[in-house]
């Protein structure tokens, strides 16, 4: 049932906005076995702890990491009364259970032809599931990863915002990023609002997500279940490097530019970082 996921003009719509420009099109994975909410709420308790998040869903557009509520239920009570739990819970790499490991494998499969082209191999490749309470809210942040959300139950709406402003997520925030210092909330602030496009989809939908583009989530009125297919391309990977190098000429005393968008590939500072890591490891550093 996994061999025919995206038709064809889905695959075209992705084909024209791929990788810099969010977009929505149509996918056949709605009423798939492993994504129905007994089968996650199983999955759910056999994925390690560092696999599994759930907090309660009523939350501002803007939270600080520590601010965010701690829920009193397990991740399994939790997504079997999502319905009135009042939460957001996210399964991570999914794809360690090998029954969904193939899922997520055909799923990327049929995306591969459009991405290949462009962006190069398909890297780390993964798969998360989010499932939500009515009305709940997932924070203003941003991944580092290319990913495609295939709504399958409930609808939600994502407001996009462009990926390369650095108004709206300061470097020296994905600098942090990336050296693991930061959470991957964002600063909110409600001037923000204009500069997003907000994208509803339904079951049968999917959104395209581009790396790095700031996004918050809110669902609509029914339980939610998304599952999120994500890959890195050797492109993302020499944005997250050039960051890093940035970081470090920052300490130097310099006001580095951010990296430029695709199809730049970032390659100096790419290199220089890799160079760097390199020499400190050589260095036992
Ligand atoms: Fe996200």
Not at 68 to 87: F, N, Q, Y
Not at 270 to 281: Q, T, V
Request: hydrophobic letters at 40%; glycine letters at 8%; one cysteine or more.
């Amino acid at each position: 049932m996994t061999s025919d996921l995206f038709p064809a003009a889905a695959l075209a719509t992705l084909k024209q906005a791929y990788p810099n420009t969010p977009c929505r099109i149509g996918h056949g994975l709605i009423g798939h076995p492993l994504l129905a909410l007994d089968s996650l709420a199983e999955l759910a308790g056999t994925l390690p702890a560092d696999s599994v998040e759930h907090n309660l869903g009523a939350m501002p557009i803007g939270i600080d990491p520590q601010d965010i509520p701690a829920s009193d239920l397990g991740i399994v009570e939790t997504i079997r009364t999502i319905d009135e739990s009042k939460s957001w819970a996210v399964l991570k790499r999914i794809e360690q259970d090998p029954r969904y490991a193939e899922l997520l494998g055909s799923v990327l499969a049929q995306l591969e032809p459009v991405v290949r082209p462009r962006t190069g191999p398909m890297l780390e490749l993964e798969g998360f599931v989010f499932i939500s309470s009515p009305g709940s809210i997932t924070p203003f942040h941003f991944d580092p990863e290319h990913n495609v959300l295939l709504q399958l139950r409930g609808s939600k709406t994502m407001t996009v915002f462009p990926a390369h402003d650095d108004r709206l997520a300061d470097p020296r925030i994905h600098e942090a990023f990336h050296l693991g210092q930061h959470h991957r909330n964002l600063p909110w602030q409600d001037e923000f609002g204009a500069a997003g496009q907000a994208m509803t989809i339904e079951p049968g939908e999917a959104l395209y997500v581009p790396v790095k583009a700031p996004h918050w989530v809110k669902n609509g009125p029914e339980v939610s279940i998304s599952l999120s297919v994500t890959w890195r391309s050797e492109w993302s990977f020499a944005e997250a490097d050039a960051r890093a190098f940035n970081h470090m000429l920052r300490g130097l005393g310099l006001s580095p530019a951010s990296p430029a968008p695709f199809p730049n590939r970032n390659l100096a500072k790419s290199l220089g970082h890799r160079a760097i890591r390199k020499l400190r490891g050589g260095l036992g550093r």
